[in-house]
């Protein structure tokens, strides 16, 4: 089991073009700038930092603390994280404080720690000869137990955004950036250390990273942007918003139902002495640090944030999150498609139905004067001849969708139609959509409608409305009335679209038509349809921004 969790992993569902990339020799900086870092994609660079000069003093197994002490000097005050629970640091400001100790104090008890390591390595067979490493209270302020959960974690090296003196600016003598980097203008050069194991929580920065190991090992475990919804980022108005809710020790699976899939969206890699990662702006990442673990990063903007302008933030938000919802609407109308079973209407999943496009209008009749209703003489004729028309599963389809009408118009007679009972069902509507953006539950799998016409097929969609016309308008009309949801108002707008690529102007005035004609107020059932699909779009929308944004927001009345 450990062996696994030391181990690289790429998970089942990271898509092969967001896998990080292998070099065993660093690229130019012409190749890094023209094929790597656009990607936006991780990379792994081996042993690209064989031969600088931290690589070879700073290693603390052979004298590389003595070194770092005395360069850096006994006066010289860094600022350390102290964790609240336990070897695990998490970015809320709740679970970890900063705390300022002299530098000389943090090697002293990394000196100390190793000196434990080494005496347990020597008596393997006999544990109990370890001595337990102590430290006075004039070295360490911090008891032995909390000195274990100090981190130096993004101590200044280098920072062109602060006017703030560097507390180990000293260091940057020793430290020669990767040739594929020359040329950058990096934001900081931090350095990190770890005294014991630590894990740092899972969390994205907002510049491009080079994570560089100077001594130990580091496991990194990788996320995509776009697997957001997996990991619940924080709200985004809070103080640390670019860092994931959930444990990394114990997810709480009941609460963030959706992580437990994040594995399957990962991709873990091993850093050695003298590895270096690309970390792209906006990718999640967890690192696990192994003991006296040395690394520093260069930070530096990416080409698209530098080009960014500022007045333009208000376009981009809503371009970005009209894409998200389209993307995601997309999702909720062709994911899980259902088939009809012959025997008993159960729903099995299938494959390979595409969705139209986007904002499909509602179609209007171009005369000036309302649809013609249908009547007894216009479908006697036609009753039987338009259902004896439809394939078998189109004909379940059909039997299924008015069940749900039948069904529906029973419990409204039972209830009587009672005030009480319609302000009940009110109320439950609106906590229904309060809940949505919640509910991790498929907005497909809550419309009985959506599921049942999602599989037909456009045209034979289209049989069967006009089979309903021909033959039940009034349970037609109670359908798209009474019983169709904002993602069945959705589903079936797009197929109308697919409908008319298929058909020639005069078929789609004829159908449309005919199709209206079945409501005894037509334009109640365009308003109908686009009220639910704006509804749909509306839920979407909170989805996305619970999804990606941690924000919960009301429909506006």
Sequence with gaps: MQAEKDAEFVGAALDAGLRAARFSLPPSSEEFAASIEPKNVPAVF??????????????????????????????????????????????????????SIPFSTFMQSCKSHLGHLNAA???????????????????????????????????SILNTESKDRCSLQVLKEDIQEPIFLKGKSFSSINFWMSRAHMRSSTHYDPHHNLLCVMAGCKKVTLWSPSASPFLYPMPVYGEASNHSCVSIEEPDYSSYTRAKYMKEYSERVILNCGDALFIPEGW??????????????????????????EHMDGYYLRRIMRRLVDTEMNKITQMGSFSHSERNGDFQSTDGLSGGQYFTPIKRHSGSQPFNK???????????????????????????????????????????R????????????SNERKKTAADDSSLLEKDPVAKIILP?????????LLAMVHTFPRTLEGLVLNILGPTGAEILTRKFDEMDQGSTPEEQAEFYKIFYSAFGDQYAAMDALLNRKELFSFQ?????????LRVCVERPS
């Excluded at 979407?540 to 990606?548: A, G, I, M, R």
């Design 540 to 548: 979407v929308f909170q989805s996305v921004l619970d999804q990606y």
């Design 121 to 155: 390595s020597d008596s393997s067979k006999d544990k109990g000869t370890g001595k337990e490493s102590t430290c006075s209270d004039k070295m360490c302020p911090a008891s032995s137990e909390n000195s274990e959960q100090l981190y130096l974690a993004q101590v």
């Design 418 to 429: 009672a005030e009480s009972a319609s302000q009940d069902t009110s109320v439950c509507q």
């Design 374 to 416: 249908v009547t007894n003489s216009d479908t006697s004729d036609k009753k039987g001849a338009a259902l004896q028309s439809l394939k078998p599963c189109t004909l379940q389809a059909l039997y299924e969708l008015m069940s749900l009408v039948h069904n529906s118009v029973e419990a409204v007679d039972q209830n009587d």
């Design 284 to 309: 999640y990442h967890q690192v696990d640090s192994d003991d006296l673990t040395i690394a520093i990063n260069f930070w530096w903007k990416s080409r698209i944030m530098t080009e960014m302008l």
């Design 456 to 464: 037909v097929e456009p045209l034979e969609l289209r049989s069967m």
């Design 46 to 99: 081996r042993g690209v930092l064989k031969g600088s000069a931290a690589l070879s003093r700073w290693d603390p197994l052979y004298g590389g603390l003595d070194y770092l002490l005395e360069k850096v000097g006994p006066d010289v005050a860094v600022e350390a994280m102290m964790s609240n629970t336990g070897h695990v640091f998490y970015g809320d400001l709740r679970s970890h404080e900063r705390v």
